[in-house]
């Protein structure tokens, strides 16, 4: 019977593992096909069945047919392209001035082209052209209504909005107090949309009455309308596309169907005829597609920003020009379903990995609750961890009121460090712009004369530090300890610890006025004695020569407080035996100090030669509040430097890269002084 | 058994799982079936504010009514301490917007830099109203409102007139960007650098008028020398020449040799060029433009950076100039070691200061601002006070001679001509600016335009009283105007109008002509300025000459890392470089 229990056992552990093993093979499966998934969907399959033109360094305006196959786009060069519906350029026409506004009649028979060099251009559909105005201003944006004869121009710097006949005579103008940035002329020409940078967008009718205004939540960059006026498609500066229905609901407070949000600000909108499909076009480098609900059904990365978006009217068709010189054309069809397709994949690996992950857990549990080798593992590497797990368990209050401690250390020193890493491989603008740049930074850093010049200094600091707090203060603990009084001791030593109170800064001014060449105590005192004459002081931190060493000297007489209460704790915890024991050797004064003292206080020593490479490698306040690195960079520190490039060049990520190379550098002297043997080693 | 359960139990929470994953989708906008619960916008139906009419009837503008209901807080967070004044218009505009919060959160100037990045860094700003200059980066990035956006629109507090009408737009184009004429911050009092002189080593000296040229205030710097006194107390450290008064004599002089239609040529809007305006820059220069000190300003004509840059790049204008070697010549004159304060190199702005206010220099250049603080910083350095009471400056101790010093009567005057062969120009400039800085960080329309509102109310002749009273008042120690102010319909006090009579704007060389030329860097791309400072602390202590520092400066401008990198800072590319004639686009 017990056998048959343990064969049962057995086989069921066998049966266990090889269900552990297989679903280990899925899980890598399952992995790897994920991971390739991921590579290969991580552009929506919108370019399928597309095209992309070459047309100059920036398409600024595109604008195309009801039936999509013919399209217009305008670029910088002042160059109009025609295109047929594969984007294969027909002709080209020199507008010669940047195309920045462009609309093609629903037939696809007549263009309108406003011009950066004050032209309106009218054109048919051999390029031939019809008329040319010429205005005072530039011109940014133009439409035209779906037959041709009404159009609308809207100049740069002037309150103005011109709307002409197809022969470019002027029919009505409106002014504004606030400057236009936007037209859309609606496809039967009975409706015109104006936006302006007040954020408003206002429709008429063909005869210019107004009919409504709307506030959005920006300058009002881009306007498009769907055949009849039925809606308005909008794109502003605060990063929102919006869809407006053109004849407001009465009692209804908004206009506003649906609004999305960008990553950056919205430069070109385009609409179907019947407002079904809504394309968006924006600085953050994207071109979208939503339906009529505001869904997103597309999402296609270009080189650059987009600043032209165009639908044609029967929703086949959309084209996009974009900063990175290219026009592209899309099928709409194609690029919702390859989208679609790709946010199912999305979806499915997002269900897969988790899956996956879940699998492997559960099949190691098993693994290490049914499989004898895995019962043997887990008693044998998992008794730290329970024995780990039962102390945390047992002490848990106390890891509870711990741990808003360690919570703020990683908030305030730790997430600072590591942001300050990151962002030291990035081109960094805060609440701008931050784009990785790999090395640059650090490139930039080995090639700054000023940082070069500011480690040597940094290296004279260091070392006249190091004396500084190796002689002054270990000479005054000495003659401290050794002193016979034990009140004089009491005094003598609460005054020299007073002045630790002293803010650093305002030892620093101090200093600086007693560096004054004509009102400093120094030059007036040397002067008394006779060493100076006022008529040509010396300008202490105004020569370079003396600039530095000046820096050096404030401190003077270098009774460090915190250098000299280290020392004398150090003396004060060595045995009374050991000095007895000297004296009984006949060791006098000096011996005593460097046989006995010296090699105990290795430990003091040790931890001030440590922060004193560390205060000496990040000295800032000492140079700043002085010489700000003057005269001639005489006094330049590469903290100084850091400062520099952060608070007056605002360049935090080069900023960044100079506090990581200085993080290395202390960190590896650090190490370097750790090796030094401390004061147990002698004792011991 | 138990393993079984256990087993059983993981299967059946992974199907849940699996289960609740195939239901996420991609995050998109809020499916549209109703309105948004919170209206973005209200519009207004059917209500014509501007009446369209054909072109052979231009429609007249009709005036907005009076903006009553505005909802929402203003917080004021400009720099400085000056609660009082603030509080007081909140107070008044509270009254008139029942709707509105207004909150007064002035900040110290130290920190002030990193705590408007923290705001912008943190998503939309909470502060209305800040000091956009000290954060330039961001002023360029466009983070605050074109306030020009809302220059036309009526101001409410003004009986409707149009905003821009309060002010002095002579003036307030010097705030503007000079080609697109877009505004970013509101500058409403005027300063300009002026000379300061001791009128009582003046009479000593026979000095009766003030100088009018440079040979001039040379000679009376020699007479000053030869009495013992000192004949000009500037600092020389590194603050001097980066910051303040030696940067200032940079900028201001080297106009004097450029400021001429010729050089102009150089730079500004060709008739093809976007920037090209008709009506303006087809009428440069005036007729008798040498008797027109403003024939240059940002609405006189318009300048094209991109045609200065290529110009620089390709020698036109540059530190080989025999325009700047004289310049530099001129400067030479004045900046001996004699005519300086003694150990000049070591000596900062405010040790310089406290020399002149001590009645041991004749010449001291500063802001007009100073004249309202002159005499009371005379009074407190005599009496042992520390002199200075601005914030995050340091008060140097007194020198105990300064005891016996007796106040003493002082004049100012304009900068006096370089009158050099070169120096075409036919009158000396100075930096003259309006300062406030006030910026409106962008956010939600709506706040903004509760936050511009305000601003309108503020700059109305009512809120403008309300802020000179207060910054008048004798009881608020943080009070104080540092110039003349550009505000219409407004009257100066009269105690400050004489003391400002002396601040009569004389044209100002904050242009490419000098201070965003190549004086100190290329248009103030700070490495570049560093750059110069190094450079010419070198030259005016006589370290090297002058061959060796025109050499050394024209090299450093045309450095490869620091030409790219200015590019960046002005956000241009090589390519906008071949295309001068195209706006480059907005990065």
Request: glycine share 8%.
């Amino acid at each position: 019977m017990r056998e048959g229990r343990r064969d049962t056992t057995r086989a069921f552990a066998t049966r266990a593992f090889a269900l552990y093993r297989s679903s280990i093979l899925i899980c890598i499966t399952a992995l790897i096909a994920a991971f390739s998934m991921l590579l290969t969907c991580s552009r929506a399959a919108a370019q399928d069945g597309g095209w992309e033109l070459p047309a100059g360094r920036i398409v600024h305006s595109a604008a195309v047919s009801a039936d999509g196959q013919a399209a217009v786009v305008g670029s910088r060069e002042g160059i109009v392209y025609r295109l047929d519906g594969a984007g294969k350029e027909l002709w080209r026409y020199d507008a010669k001035g940047t195309v920045l506004g462009l609309g093609i009649s629903q037939d696809g028979k007549r263009v309108i082209a406003a011009s950066e060099g004050r032209k309106a251009i009218f054109l048919d559909e051999a390029g031939k052209l019809l008329w040319e105005k010429e205005y005072d201003f530039s011109l940014i944006a133009a439409a035209i209504a779906g037959d041709g004869n009404l159009m609308g121009l809207v100049p740069r710097k002037s309150r103005e909005v011109w709307l002409l006949d197809a022969a470019g005579n002027d029919v009505w103008k409106v002014e504004y107090d606030s400057a236009p940035v936007s037209i859309a002329i609606s496809a039967d020409g009975q409706c015109v949309a104006i936006g302006t940078r007040d954020a408003y967008v206002q429709l008429y009718d063909k005869a210019g009455t107004l009919l409504w205004k709307q506030q959005l939540d920006g300058p009002v960059f881009s306007l498009a309308m769907s055949a009849d006026g039925a809606f308005i498609a909008a794109g502003d500066e605060s990063k929102k596309a919006y869809l407006l229905k053109g004849q407001i609901d009465a009692g209804a407070k908004s206009s506003i169907v649906w609004t999305y949000k960008t990553d950056a600000s919205v430069q070109a909108v385009a609409i179907t005829g019947d407002g079904s499909v809504v394309a968006v076009g924006s600085r953050d480098k994207n071109v979208y597609l939503f339906d009529a609900t505001g869904k997103l059904t597309s999402k296609y990365a270009t080189g650059g920003s987009v600043p032209a978006v165009a639908l044609s009217a029967d929703g086949t068709t959309l084209i996009a020009g974009s900063e990175d010189g290219k026009a592209y054309g899309f099928s709409v069809k194609q690029s919702v379903a390859g989208y679609a397709a790709s946010q199912q994949r999305g979806t499915v690996l997002a269900i897969v990995i988790p899956l996956a992950m879940l699998v492997v857990i559960a099949g190691s549990v098993l693994f290490l609750r049914l499989n004898p080798a895995g019962q043997r593992f887990w008693d044998k590497r998992g008794a730290g961890l329970r024995r780990l797990a039962r102390e945390i368990w047992r002490a848990r209050i106390s890891y509870l009121l711990i741990f808003p401690t360690i919570a703020l250390l990683f908030i305030f020193n730790y997430y600072p460090a590591f942001s300050g890493l990151f962002h030291s491989f990035t081109d960094w603008k805060p609440g701008v712009s931050e784009e990785w740049v790999g090395l640059k930074n650090f490139e930039a850093v080995f090639n700054n004369e000023f940082l070069r010049s500011g480690i040597v200094n940094a290296i004279v600091l260091i070392v006249t530090g190091y004396i500084k707090v190796l002689t002054v203060p270990l000479l005054v603990a000495e003659l401290l300890f050794h002193m016979r009084s034990t009140r004089m001791q009491y005094w003598l030593r609460s005054l020299f610890i007073f002045p630790i109170v002293v803010p650093g800064v305002a030892i620093i001014l101090i200093w600086r006025n007693i560096f004054d060449p004509n009102i400093g105590l120094l030059n007036n005192f040397l002067a008394l004695l006779g060493l100076m004459h006022m008529q040509q002081p010396q300008a202490w931190l105004g020569d370079p020569n003396t600039a530095i060493w000046s820096i050096v000297f404030i401190g003077f007489p270098f009774v460090g407080a915190f250098a000299l209460l280290l020392y004398y704790g150090g003396l004060i915890s060595i045995p009374v035996e050991l000095f007895d024991a000297a004296k009984v050797d006949g060791a006098g004064g000096l011996r005593r100090f460097i046989n006995l003292d010296l090699p105990l206080l290795m430990g003091q020593i040790k931890l001030l030669l440590i922060l004193g490479f560390i205060g000496g490698m990040q000295e800032f306040s000492l140079v700043f509040l002085t010489t700000e690195g003057g005269p001639y960079n005489a006094t330049y520190t590469p903290a100084l430097e850091l400062y520099y490039q952060a608070m007056r060049f605002s360049n935090f990520g080069v900023a960044s890269a100079i506090g990581t190379v200085l993080f290395v550098v202390i960190l590896g002297g650090t190490i370097l002084n750790l090796r030094m043997r401390s004061a147990a080693e002698y004792q011991a | 058994m138990k393993q079984y359960k256990v087993l059983g139990a993981a299967l059946t929470l992974l199907a849940m799982v699996s289960m609740l994953s195939a239901c996420v989708q991609p995050a998109g906008p809020a499916p549209a079936t109703q309105p948004p619960a919170a209206a973005t916008a209200i519009p207004e139906p059917a209500e014509a504010t501007a009446t369209p009419q054909p072109a052979e009837q231009p429609a007249e503008a009709t005036a907005a009514p009076a903006t009553e209901g505005l909802a929402g807080e203003v917080v004021v967070s400009l720099q400085g301490e000056d609660t009082q004044t603030w509080q007081a218009l909140c107070d008044a505009y509270v009254v008139k917007n029942p709707n509105a919060k207004c909150q007064v959160e002035l900040k110290p100037s130290e920190g002030y830099q990193d705590w408007i990045r923290t705001q912008f860094a943190g998503g939309d700003p909470r502060p209305s109203w800040v000091n956009g200059n000290v954060v330039a980066d961001l002023m360029n990035a466009k983070k605050f409102v074109n306030l020009e956006d809302y220059m036309d629109k009526p101001n409410p507090y003004n009986e409707g007139k149009k905003w821009s009408e309060s002010f002095d737009q002579d003036v307030m184009f010097l705030s503007r960007d000079a080609v697109t004429g877009e505004l970013y911050h509101l500058s409403l009092e005027l300063v300009k650098i002026i000379w300061f002189y001791n009128k009582d080593i003046a009479d000593k000296i026979g000095m009766e008028t003030p100088p009018q040229t440079w040979d001039e205030l040379a000679d009376w710097m020699t007479k000053a020398r030869e009495a013992g006194y000192i004949p000009f107390s500037i600092g020389g450290d590194f603050q001097e020449f980066w910051e303040m008064r030696m940067g200032w004599l940079a900028r201001m002089y080297q106009d004097g040799f450029y400021a001429t239609p010729e050089k102009w040529e150089l730079s500004r809007c060709q008739p093809d060029d976007w920037c090209f305006e008709k009506g303006v820059d087809d009428t440069f220069p005036v007729a008798n433009w040498q008797e027109n000190r403003h024939f240059d300003d940002a609405n006189m004509v318009h300048q094209n950076m991109v045609r200065w840059l290529n110009a620089f790049r390709e020698g036109k204008i540059g530190p080989k100039d025999p325009e700047y070697r004289a310049l530099m010549e001129e400067f030479k004159k004045v900046f001996t070691p004699e005519n300086l304060p003694p150990g000049w190199t070591g000596v900062n702005g405010q040790s310089a200061y406290a020399l002149f206010l001590s009645g041991k220099a004749l010449f001291w250049l500063d802001g007009g601002w100073m004249i309202g603080t002159f005499e009371k910083d005379i009074n407190n350095l005599r009496t042992g006070k520390f002199f200075t009471e601005k914030e995050g400056e340091p008060t140097p101790t007194p020198d105990p001679s300064f005891e016996t010093i007796k106040p003493f009567q002082f004049g100012t005057f304009d900068n006096p001509k370089m009158t050099a062969a070169e120096a075409l120009a036919p009158w000396q400039r100075t930096i003259e600016w309006p300062v406030g800085f006030w910026s409106v960080p962008k956010k939600a329309q709506k706040q903004n335009d509760l936050e511009i509102d305000f601003m309108m109310f503020v700059t109305s002749p009512e809120g403008y009283a309300i802020y000179l009273q207060n910054k008048m008042d004798p009881n608020n120690p943080k009070g104080g105007l540092t110039g003349p102010f550009i505000v219409k319909g407004v009257e100066m006090p009269p105690e400050m109008a004489a003391k400002f009579a002396n601040l009569k704007p004389i044209g100002n060389t904050e242009k490419s002509t000098a201070g965003s030329g190549y004086s100190r860097g290329i248009a103030d791309y700070q490495p570049m300025v560093r750059e110069w400072v190094n450079l010419a602390q070198q030259y005016f202590t006589g370290k090297i000459d002058l061959d060796t520092y025109i050499a050394k400066y024209d090299e450093v401008l045309r450095k490869p890392d620091l030409w790219e990198g200015l590019l960046e800072h002005m956000k241009l590319t090589e390519d906008d470089l071949q295309t001068p004639e195209k706006k480059p686009p907005e990065r």
